[in-house]
């Protein structure tokens, strides 16, 4: 090597590090005896907040990686799965589709605008880094009850930080879900997802290579926000001390995004650059190493070239910030006066920062940082070892101790003579609140937006490539009610739910991504719930046949002690071969018949009813036949396809899964859409709020039609009801009335139960 | 003699529904180019668009940095000349700005984005958005907007009125706009500023295809040589 990293002066990055400083920075030391094992020396201080940035549990993936390996990834149409900036997948016509979801849990706990305005930055940066214009987002948000004043302003905050993010930068967001507990209180969890569409040919790796190339970092200037944002935020649980960690939260800037944006897909369709990656988690320290390291390249860094916001920064800061808005890109010598043009038209700053360089003498790729160029060495290590060669952790694992006692208490009866008016009032919500505050519709590819049909639905195009008749359907899932009492089981119905969702608007499942949150996973107790969610997640998606394309690990959500409940997020994508008209939405007509398609409903053990109304957290989840629930999702989309053809069928008036609240609420949703009630009978009391299995409830005129495909299918059908009235009645199989609202009242509880609480007199309109 | 029919689609950085607006203008078979805000020349043009998004970030105020784009004077000479000018949303936000159009959008009264399909009706035909379009028509639209509360001073909203210078308004005002006003046109009825997005509606598949007939009115007055069907108003 050229010089031994220095120590000298009173210059950070140059003096001794003091003993103990990783402790600071989030490392054990058995982790620091690692690094001097790696470097073979002791790490400067540059080096040190490297290695502590990227072997953090963010960035490492440390205690969960032994397990993801279990997720089922491949399929015919998977071009690039998990381990990417994003998941890529083919849609035909020459085109994919890139996708990839993300957490941004921490940030938003203290500060919620930014911290959800950068989560949908950075999701953003994830796609198009990959030549994907992207086209949607998603956002999953799980926040404290609401008459919980500090979740109140917490959901205000980062409803307000997506919609500030995502409509400036131009890019939709279609859909989304919302959960409130109260375990959510202290540690919310904002989940954002990406979609973007590229052309085949335009797909760009993250790599360096080419001796002598140069490294450009483009778009904002370095400054001191997120400073060991993945290390001191991301990986540690909250204790209180929320202000003091503000620094560590980064500042979001569309404007500069919606640039970079338009910058970076100009310069990829040109084919100007050799490889490129986002700036997210771990900053410079983090693209620098990866791009080297997926290159078996050495990389020169030189930072007194990087574009500094303030003045005095140290290497340290400059090489473990996480400003927002930056992407790191290889161009060949010849190209990098064009790629400079091209920036300039966007007002995009870009600066040569480093080159590439052909691996050491000794066949590894190494990492050089230096103050200058052929300046001091302030830090040096093989490329890849900041990421192959952080820490694995097989964690303790261990069951709950009462779990079977747990499991063994018998779930909830309804009373049979009883009126269930105010639990079902109790459990609408309206999300309008929310989705409304975000632009769904631009790029006018929104066929179904979000509220109108059980997955959003967008023509697959986007500006520069032409609709060619294709559809795409989108659901983002969760339910932590589920998974609270069966992780296993939970998951493997998320993802069910998940499925027939796109199903409802008539799509089969091309991919699927996911964002596992949990607990701390020093608590074996938390281990064992993120093993039996991947083990469930991965049980439906073969069962499925939904391969994974890339996910997102967000662990020690916890606050004051207590473990957030398992709460593995999906999102599903799904095609539509023909999309010439729009898939039935959530409604019927009056005069309709109700179909209830699938498996019969099993307890109410996990279910909303049981949670919110009786306080009721133990029993045994009803497990999901897989198989059967393949059978209904096919059916579903094979009766929703008829319609989206240019000659319906005309045979489906109305489609609506009925999950999450069981059918009663799945009944009142439709009923309130409509302007239109119903009449229905249910088997048993319990089936009004039992959730699983998933099931379908179609209304159509003709509902022998209807029993006929399902019997061909193999699928159970039973007709419930019939739609019309001013009223929802639901009665039991004595005949006894169970429910009896009319639609005025459904949709005032639809309104108060969520922007009733959130604004401050609720809207004219 | 001959004239342009292209419509040039005015771009700033941050401007987003720029391709939105060429597709719904190719939908309707006008030939439509989006031009960079820094281009001082507009001749090859017989209409111009300014669309919506967030041009310059919206930073200090929509379209308080945008009226002084070489663009924008080209797109005032063209103006004064009597041409066919639409700004949507954001677009209205930069026309206003540049004083084209009087008054100015303010926050909604509900102070938060607002992204919904609305209903509006059509006040006035004397404009180049509304001329092939009767007084009275309801269309349904979709409105994307933070600032979309349209005010003016007493004197300015009476001149409106009289003047039959609203050329939309909203039945179920979503925003808290004087008037209700969702769109209103200058003097000659040649430069119309409107919140709602004409492009969005383009579509049954998308929801609803109630624009087309406002942006066919405006492709209709560049046809005809700009100058809407209030040409002969056109002073000087």
Redesign the interface.
Known sequence: MTGSPQSAGSDPDRAVVPVGTHRALGLTDEEYAGIERVLGRKPTAVELSMYAVMWSEHCSYKSSRAHLSRLPTEGPQVILGPGENAGVVDVGDGLAIALRIESHNHPSAIEPYQGAATGVGGILRDIFTMGARPIALMDGLFVGTLDDARSRYLLDGIV?GV??YG????VPTIGGQITTAPGYRGNPLVNVFCLGLLRREHLVLAAASGAGNLVVLLGSRTGRDGIGGVSVLASSEFAGEGAAKRPSVQVA???EE??LIEACLELLSAGLVVGIQDLGGAGLACATSETAAKGGMSMEVDLSAVPRREPAMSGVEVMTSESQERMLAVVTPENFATVRAVCE???VEAAVIGTVAEPDPDGVGRLRIRDEVGGAVLGEMPAASLADDAPRYRRPIAEPGDLAARRAVRAARLDPAGRHDDALLAMLVDPAWI?????????????R?PGEADAAVL?LAA??IAWQGKGLALSCDANPGWCAIDPRAGTAATVAESVLNVACTGARPLALVNCLNFGNPEHPEVMWQLTEAIEGMSEACEALGVPVVGGNVSLYNASDGADIEPTPVVAVAGLIEQ????PPAIGWQNGDTLVLLGEAAGSLAGSRYARDVLGERDGSLSPVDLAAHLRLCNLVAELVAAECSAEPAGVLHGVHDVADGGLAVALAEVAWRSGSGASAEVARPEELFAELPPRAMIATADPTAIEHAAADHGVAARIIGRAGGGRLAVSGPDGAILVDAPLAALGEAMTANLAGRL?IAP??? | MTHETTVGVLCFPGSNCEHDVVAALEGLGAPARIVWHSDSDLSGFGGLVVPGGFAHGDYLRPGAIARFSPAMDALRDFAERGGPVLGICNGFQVLTEAGLLPGALMRNAGMRFICTTVECEVASSSSVLTAAVPAGTVLRLPVNHYEGNYTCSAGDLAELEQNGQVVLRYRDNPNGSTGDIAGIANRTGNVVGLMPHPERASSALLGSADGLPLLQSFVDAIARGGGASQASRVAS
Request: charged letters at 25%.
């Open positions: 307000r919609a500030g409509n400036s930068v131009g800037d569309p404007y919606k640039r038209r966007f007002e989705y409304r505050q975000y632009d769904h519709q631009l790029f006018l590819n929104t066929v937006g023509r500006p520069g999309l010439a008209s729009p604004d809207s004219a309109h």
